[in-house]
Protein backbone atom coordinates (compact mmCIF):
# COMPACT_ATOMS: atom_id res chain seq x y z
CA UNK A 1 0.00 0.00 0.00
CA UNK A 2 2.64 2.55 1.24
CA UNK A 3 4.81 1.39 -2.58
CA UNK A 4 1.49 2.14 -4.48
CA UNK A 5 0.56 5.44 -2.40
CA UNK A 6 4.56 6.70 -3.24
CA UNK A 7 3.76 5.82 -6.83
CA UNK A 8 0.92 7.87 -6.96
CA UNK A 9 2.04 10.64 -5.48
CA UNK A 10 5.30 10.80 -7.89
CA UNK A 11 2.62 10.51 -10.81
CA UNK A 12 0.84 13.55 -9.36
CA UNK A 13 4.15 15.72 -9.16
CA UNK A 14 4.54 14.72 -13.19
CA UNK A 15 0.82 16.02 -13.56
CA UNK A 16 1.45 19.17 -11.52
CA UNK A 17 4.78 20.30 -13.33
CA UNK A 18 3.57 19.64 -16.57
CA UNK A 19 0.42 21.73 -16.06
CA UNK A 20 2.75 24.66 -14.29
CA UNK A 21 5.08 24.14 -17.47
CA UNK A 22 2.27 25.27 -19.68
CA UNK A 23 3.38 25.82 -23.17
CA UNK A 24 6.96 25.89 -23.05
CA UNK A 25 9.37 23.10 -22.77
CA UNK A 26 12.73 23.06 -23.62
CA UNK A 27 14.76 20.16 -25.98
CA UNK A 28 17.57 18.50 -23.80
CA UNK A 29 19.63 18.73 -26.87
CA UNK A 30 21.72 21.97 -27.34
CA UNK A 31 23.80 22.47 -30.09
CA UNK A 32 27.27 23.63 -28.09
CA UNK A 33 25.30 26.00 -26.01
CA UNK A 34 24.42 27.91 -28.68
CA UNK A 35 20.74 27.00 -28.98
CA UNK A 36 17.55 25.63 -27.58
CA UNK A 37 14.89 24.26 -28.66
CA UNK A 38 11.05 25.37 -27.34
CA UNK A 39 7.48 24.44 -27.97
CA UNK A 40 5.07 27.08 -28.87
CA UNK A 41 1.83 28.61 -28.06
CA UNK A 42 1.14 26.80 -31.21
CA UNK A 43 3.13 23.35 -30.56
CA UNK A 44 5.38 24.42 -32.57
CA UNK A 45 9.04 23.19 -32.16
CA UNK A 46 11.45 26.49 -32.67
CA UNK A 47 15.26 26.65 -32.46
CA UNK A 48 15.73 29.48 -30.63
CA UNK A 49 18.95 30.86 -29.34
CA UNK A 50 20.19 29.68 -25.51
CA UNK A 51 20.87 33.28 -24.39
CA UNK A 52 17.90 35.84 -25.61
CA UNK A 53 18.76 39.33 -25.23
CA UNK A 54 16.58 41.23 -27.51
CA UNK A 55 13.18 40.53 -29.00
CA UNK A 56 10.79 41.95 -31.04
CA UNK A 57 6.93 41.46 -31.13
CA UNK A 58 4.31 42.04 -34.36
CA UNK A 59 1.41 43.81 -32.25
CA UNK A 60 1.15 45.84 -29.02
CA UNK A 61 -0.11 43.41 -26.51
CA UNK A 62 2.76 41.28 -27.26
CA UNK A 63 5.46 44.16 -27.07
CA UNK A 64 3.49 45.08 -23.94
CA UNK A 65 4.07 41.88 -22.27
CA UNK A 66 7.76 42.34 -22.70
CA UNK A 67 7.47 45.45 -21.80
CA UNK A 68 6.35 44.43 -18.11
CA UNK A 69 8.52 41.53 -17.81
CA UNK A 70 11.54 42.08 -19.80
CA UNK A 71 11.99 45.51 -20.16
CA UNK A 72 15.51 45.30 -21.32
CA UNK A 73 14.62 42.86 -23.72
CA UNK A 74 12.81 44.78 -25.53
CA UNK A 75 14.11 45.87 -29.17
CA UNK A 76 11.24 47.83 -30.54
CA UNK A 77 7.91 49.37 -29.34
CA UNK A 78 5.09 49.15 -31.78
CA UNK A 79 4.24 52.60 -30.94
CA UNK A 80 6.03 55.13 -29.07
CA UNK A 81 4.34 54.54 -25.46
CA UNK A 82 2.62 58.43 -24.30
CA UNK A 83 3.09 60.34 -21.30
CA UNK A 84 5.78 60.98 -18.52
CA UNK A 85 5.50 57.82 -16.10
CA UNK A 86 8.90 55.51 -18.07
CA UNK A 87 12.22 56.14 -17.70
CA UNK A 88 13.77 57.50 -21.07
CA UNK A 89 15.96 54.54 -21.78
CA UNK A 90 12.54 52.49 -22.27
CA UNK A 91 11.62 55.82 -23.86
CA UNK A 92 13.99 55.83 -26.08
CA UNK A 93 13.45 52.54 -27.35
CA UNK A 94 12.64 52.81 -30.87
CA UNK A 95 9.46 52.42 -32.81
CA UNK A 96 8.72 49.18 -35.59
CA UNK A 97 5.37 49.02 -35.84
CA UNK A 98 3.86 45.97 -36.85
CA UNK A 99 0.77 44.52 -38.05
CA UNK A 100 -2.43 45.33 -35.96
CA UNK A 101 -5.29 47.95 -36.26
CA UNK A 102 -4.65 49.69 -39.49
CA UNK A 103 -0.97 49.10 -39.49
CA UNK A 104 0.77 47.07 -41.59
CA UNK A 105 4.28 46.41 -40.42
CA UNK A 106 7.66 46.41 -42.26
CA UNK A 107 9.73 43.20 -42.41
CA UNK A 108 13.13 45.26 -43.02
CA UNK A 109 12.67 47.64 -40.55
CA UNK A 110 11.88 44.63 -37.56
CA UNK A 111 15.24 43.02 -39.06
CA UNK A 112 17.40 46.29 -38.90
CA UNK A 113 16.94 45.81 -34.99
CA UNK A 114 18.33 42.52 -35.13
CA UNK A 115 16.16 40.93 -32.76
CA UNK A 116 17.10 37.28 -31.62
CA UNK A 117 13.75 35.98 -31.87
CA UNK A 118 10.40 37.43 -33.37
CA UNK A 119 7.23 37.24 -31.11
CA UNK A 120 4.09 36.36 -33.26
CA UNK A 121 0.78 38.00 -31.10
CA UNK A 122 -1.34 36.21 -33.76
CA UNK A 123 -5.03 38.16 -34.17
CA UNK A 124 -7.35 35.94 -32.42
CA UNK A 125 -10.32 36.14 -35.62
CA UNK A 126 -7.52 35.30 -37.89
CA UNK A 127 -5.76 31.42 -38.48
CA UNK A 128 -2.62 32.20 -36.39
CA UNK A 129 -0.96 28.96 -38.12
CA UNK A 130 -0.87 30.48 -41.36
CA UNK A 131 -0.23 33.87 -40.16
CA UNK A 132 3.32 32.59 -38.32
CA UNK A 133 4.05 30.51 -41.10
CA UNK A 134 4.04 33.88 -43.44
CA UNK A 135 5.96 35.73 -40.95
CA UNK A 136 8.63 32.95 -40.43
CA UNK A 137 9.29 32.76 -44.23
CA UNK A 138 9.73 36.75 -44.34
CA UNK A 139 12.11 36.91 -41.63
CA UNK A 140 14.20 33.72 -42.61
CA UNK A 141 16.75 33.02 -40.77
CA UNK A 142 14.96 35.19 -36.95
CA UNK A 143 13.01 32.57 -35.62
CA UNK A 144 9.43 33.29 -35.37
CA UNK A 145 7.63 32.38 -31.70
CA UNK A 146 3.86 32.36 -31.36
CA UNK A 147 2.24 34.25 -28.24
CA UNK A 148 -1.58 33.50 -28.14
CA UNK A 149 -4.45 34.96 -25.62
CA UNK A 150 -2.64 38.60 -25.16
CA UNK A 151 -5.69 40.25 -26.30
CA UNK A 152 -8.36 38.56 -23.90
CA UNK A 153 -8.59 39.97 -20.35
CA UNK A 154 -9.56 36.09 -18.88
CA UNK A 155 -7.20 34.22 -20.43
CA UNK A 156 -3.80 36.33 -19.75
CA UNK A 157 -2.30 33.76 -17.41
CA UNK A 158 -1.20 31.27 -20.12
CA UNK A 159 0.48 34.12 -21.82
CA UNK A 160 2.22 35.91 -18.88
CA UNK A 161 3.83 32.23 -17.41
CA UNK A 162 5.05 31.24 -21.66
CA UNK A 163 7.06 34.53 -21.81
CA UNK A 164 7.88 34.52 -18.31
CA UNK A 165 9.86 31.15 -18.74
CA UNK A 166 10.77 32.09 -22.58
CA UNK A 167 12.28 35.25 -21.55
CA UNK A 168 14.08 33.71 -18.46
CA UNK A 169 11.92 36.25 -15.92
CA UNK A 170 9.83 33.72 -14.06
CA UNK A 171 9.61 34.79 -10.75
CA UNK A 172 8.50 38.52 -12.49
CA UNK A 173 5.88 36.27 -14.42
CA UNK A 174 4.74 34.64 -10.69
CA UNK A 175 4.21 38.10 -9.51
CA UNK A 176 2.52 39.56 -12.18
CA UNK A 177 -0.33 36.80 -12.27
CA UNK A 178 -0.16 37.12 -8.55
CA UNK A 179 -1.87 40.82 -8.54
CA UNK A 180 -4.22 39.77 -12.07
CA UNK A 181 -5.56 36.97 -10.76
CA UNK A 182 -5.99 38.66 -7.22
CA UNK A 183 -7.69 41.36 -8.99
CA UNK A 184 -9.45 38.76 -11.34
CA UNK A 185 -10.97 37.29 -7.95
CA UNK A 186 -11.81 40.31 -6.21
CA UNK A 187 -14.16 42.42 -9.14
CA UNK A 188 -15.95 38.64 -10.37
CA UNK A 189 -17.04 37.53 -6.25
CA UNK A 190 -18.71 41.39 -6.26
CA UNK A 191 -20.00 41.37 -9.84
CA UNK A 192 -21.64 38.22 -9.35
CA UNK A 193 -23.58 39.74 -6.61
CA UNK A 194 -25.42 42.27 -8.32
CA UNK A 195 -28.38 41.84 -9.92
CA UNK A 196 -29.06 42.86 -13.59
CA UNK A 197 -31.74 45.26 -12.60
CA UNK A 198 -28.94 47.53 -10.54
CA UNK A 199 -26.18 47.26 -12.94
CA UNK A 200 -25.25 50.80 -14.02
CA UNK A 201 -25.08 51.40 -18.08
CA UNK A 202 -21.92 52.51 -19.62
CA UNK A 203 -21.12 54.09 -22.87
CA UNK A 204 -16.98 54.28 -24.06
CA UNK A 205 -16.54 57.14 -25.59
CA UNK A 206 -13.78 57.44 -27.88
CA UNK A 207 -12.56 59.72 -30.45
CA UNK A 208 -11.85 63.76 -30.17
CA UNK A 209 -15.73 64.17 -30.15
CA UNK A 210 -16.74 60.91 -28.23
CA UNK A 211 -18.33 59.53 -30.96
CA UNK A 212 -17.38 56.22 -31.61
CA UNK A 213 -17.71 53.28 -29.49
CA UNK A 214 -17.15 49.40 -29.15
CA UNK A 215 -20.56 47.17 -28.00
CA UNK A 216 -20.42 44.08 -26.35
CA UNK A 217 -18.11 41.33 -27.62
CA UNK A 218 -15.13 43.72 -29.03
CA UNK A 219 -12.02 43.11 -27.43
CA UNK A 220 -11.72 46.93 -26.99
CA UNK A 221 -14.77 47.14 -24.44
CA UNK A 222 -13.99 43.51 -22.72
CA UNK A 223 -13.95 45.15 -19.28
CA UNK A 224 -17.13 46.88 -19.03
CA UNK A 225 -19.18 43.31 -18.85
CA UNK A 226 -16.13 41.93 -17.09
CA UNK A 227 -16.60 44.76 -14.49
CA UNK A 228 -20.50 44.17 -13.66
CA UNK A 229 -21.80 47.35 -16.42
CA UNK A 230 -23.97 46.83 -19.24
CA UNK A 231 -22.46 48.40 -22.54
CA UNK A 232 -24.81 50.67 -24.02
CA UNK A 233 -23.38 50.65 -27.39
CA UNK A 234 -26.22 49.16 -30.14
CA UNK A 235 -23.91 49.12 -32.96
CA UNK A 236 -22.70 45.90 -35.00
CA UNK A 237 -19.49 44.87 -33.81
CA UNK A 238 -16.39 46.12 -35.51
CA UNK A 239 -13.47 43.65 -35.75
CA UNK A 240 -10.23 44.57 -35.70
CA UNK A 241 -9.32 48.41 -35.53
CA UNK A 242 -13.08 48.59 -33.68
CA UNK A 243 -14.30 52.61 -33.25
CA UNK A 244 -17.67 52.09 -34.86
CA UNK A 245 -19.36 55.65 -35.60
CA UNK A 246 -22.14 56.45 -33.60
CA UNK A 247 -24.71 59.94 -33.49
CA UNK A 248 -25.60 62.30 -30.88
CA UNK A 249 -28.87 61.32 -31.11
CA UNK A 250 -27.83 57.34 -30.22
CA UNK A 251 -25.90 58.38 -27.69
CA UNK A 252 -28.83 60.84 -25.76
CA UNK A 253 -31.17 57.84 -26.69
CA UNK A 254 -29.10 54.89 -24.48
CA UNK A 255 -28.67 57.80 -21.63
CA UNK A 256 -25.63 56.02 -20.02
CA UNK A 257 -25.23 55.82 -16.02
CA UNK A 258 -21.09 56.44 -16.37
CA UNK A 259 -19.14 57.10 -19.36
CA UNK A 260 -15.31 56.01 -19.65
CA UNK A 261 -13.49 58.53 -22.09
CA UNK A 262 -10.59 57.48 -24.23
CA UNK A 263 -9.78 60.80 -25.70
CA UNK A 264 -8.39 63.55 -22.97
CA UNK A 265 -9.32 66.03 -25.95
CA UNK A 266 -12.94 65.04 -25.59
CA UNK A 267 -13.04 64.51 -21.70
CA UNK A 268 -11.65 68.37 -21.32
CA UNK A 269 -14.57 69.82 -22.98
CA UNK A 270 -17.55 67.15 -21.92
CA UNK A 271 -18.99 69.30 -19.51
CA UNK A 272 -19.02 72.65 -21.00
CA UNK A 273 -20.45 71.34 -24.88
CA UNK A 274 -23.74 71.98 -24.87
CA UNK A 275 -24.43 68.44 -27.15
CA UNK A 276 -23.78 66.70 -23.94
CA UNK A 277 -25.83 68.37 -21.35
CA UNK A 278 -28.90 66.14 -21.07
CA UNK A 279 -26.95 62.76 -21.07
CA UNK A 280 -27.23 61.38 -17.45
CA UNK A 281 -23.64 60.90 -17.11
CA UNK A 282 -22.88 64.27 -17.60
CA UNK A 283 -25.50 65.71 -15.48
CA UNK A 284 -24.51 63.79 -12.59
CA UNK A 285 -20.62 64.38 -12.87
CA UNK A 286 -19.81 60.67 -13.97
CA UNK A 287 -17.50 60.92 -17.12
CA UNK A 288 -14.31 59.38 -16.62
CA UNK A 289 -10.89 59.99 -18.34
CA UNK A 290 -9.20 56.43 -18.66
CA UNK A 291 -5.93 56.52 -17.31
CA UNK A 292 -3.52 56.05 -20.10
CA UNK A 293 0.30 57.05 -18.68
CA UNK A 294 2.89 55.29 -20.19
CA UNK A 295 -0.24 53.03 -21.33
CA UNK A 296 -3.85 52.60 -21.68
CA UNK A 297 -5.14 51.14 -18.45
CA UNK A 298 -8.85 50.23 -20.61
CA UNK A 299 -7.80 49.24 -24.04
CA UNK A 300 -5.96 50.41 -27.19
CA UNK A 301 -4.24 47.78 -27.07
CA UNK A 302 -6.39 45.57 -24.99
CA UNK A 303 -2.90 43.33 -23.91
CA UNK A 304 -1.78 42.81 -19.76
CA UNK A 305 -1.74 46.93 -20.01
CA UNK A 306 -5.13 46.75 -19.05
CA UNK A 307 -4.59 44.72 -15.79
CA UNK A 308 -4.83 47.28 -13.62
CA UNK A 309 -8.03 48.12 -15.31
CA UNK A 310 -9.51 45.44 -13.83
CA UNK A 311 -10.23 47.47 -10.37
CA UNK A 312 -10.28 50.73 -11.70
CA UNK A 313 -12.98 50.27 -14.29
CA UNK A 314 -15.07 47.93 -11.26
CA UNK A 315 -14.59 51.27 -9.03
CA UNK A 316 -15.10 53.62 -11.27
CA UNK A 317 -18.80 51.93 -12.07
CA UNK A 318 -19.88 50.89 -8.37
CA UNK A 319 -17.69 53.05 -6.29
CA UNK A 320 -19.97 52.35 -3.10
CA UNK A 321 -19.45 48.21 -3.79
CA UNK A 322 -15.54 48.24 -4.11
CA UNK A 323 -14.71 50.86 -1.36
CA UNK A 324 -12.15 48.32 -0.55
CA UNK A 325 -10.08 48.67 -3.61
CA UNK A 326 -7.55 51.16 -2.71
CA UNK A 327 -6.28 52.43 -6.23
CA UNK A 328 -3.34 54.73 -5.14
CA UNK A 329 -1.38 51.88 -3.26
CA UNK A 330 -2.42 49.17 -6.61
CA UNK A 331 -0.97 51.80 -8.63
CA UNK A 332 1.81 52.64 -6.80
CA UNK A 333 2.61 48.82 -6.63
CA UNK A 334 1.96 48.20 -10.26
CA UNK A 335 3.82 50.88 -11.60
CA UNK A 336 7.04 49.79 -9.56
CA UNK A 337 6.80 46.42 -10.38
CA UNK A 338 6.36 46.15 -14.07
CA UNK A 339 6.20 50.07 -15.16
CA UNK A 340 9.44 49.98 -13.83
CA UNK A 341 9.22 53.41 -12.61
CA UNK A 342 8.16 54.98 -8.93
CA UNK A 343 5.23 57.28 -8.63
CA UNK A 344 5.14 60.20 -6.58
CA UNK A 345 1.89 60.96 -4.26
CA UNK A 346 0.86 63.51 -6.42
CA UNK A 347 2.01 61.92 -9.98
CA UNK A 348 -1.08 58.99 -8.72
CA UNK A 349 -3.56 61.70 -8.17
CA UNK A 350 -2.87 62.98 -11.14
CA UNK A 351 -3.60 59.32 -13.29
CA UNK A 352 -6.66 59.11 -10.86
CA UNK A 353 -8.49 62.18 -10.43
CA UNK A 354 -7.83 64.19 -14.03
CA UNK A 355 -8.43 67.88 -14.05
CA UNK A 356 -11.57 68.42 -17.18
Avoid at 119 to 124: A, T
Avoid at 267 to 291: C, F, G, H, R, T
Wanted: aromatic share 10%; net charge negative; proline share 7%.
Amino acid sequence: MERKNTILLVAAVIIVIAAVGGYLTYNSSVSNGQTVQVTDMLGRNVTVPAQINKVVATSPPTTNLVYMLAPDKLGGWSFKPTGQFIQQKYKDIPEVGGWFGKQTGNYETFLSINPDVVLEGSNPKGDPNATVDERQAKFGQVPVVAVLDVSDVTKYRAPIKFMGEFLGVQEKADELIVFYETMLKKVNSTVSTIPESEKKTVYYAEGPEGLQTDPTGSQHSQLIELCGGINVADVPLKQGYGMSDVSMEQVLSWNPDVILVGDPNFYKKVYNDSKWQNVKAVKEKKVYLIPQDPLNWFDRPPGVNIILGIPWTAKTIYPEKFQDIDMNSLTKEFYSKFYHYDLSDDQINSLLNPQP
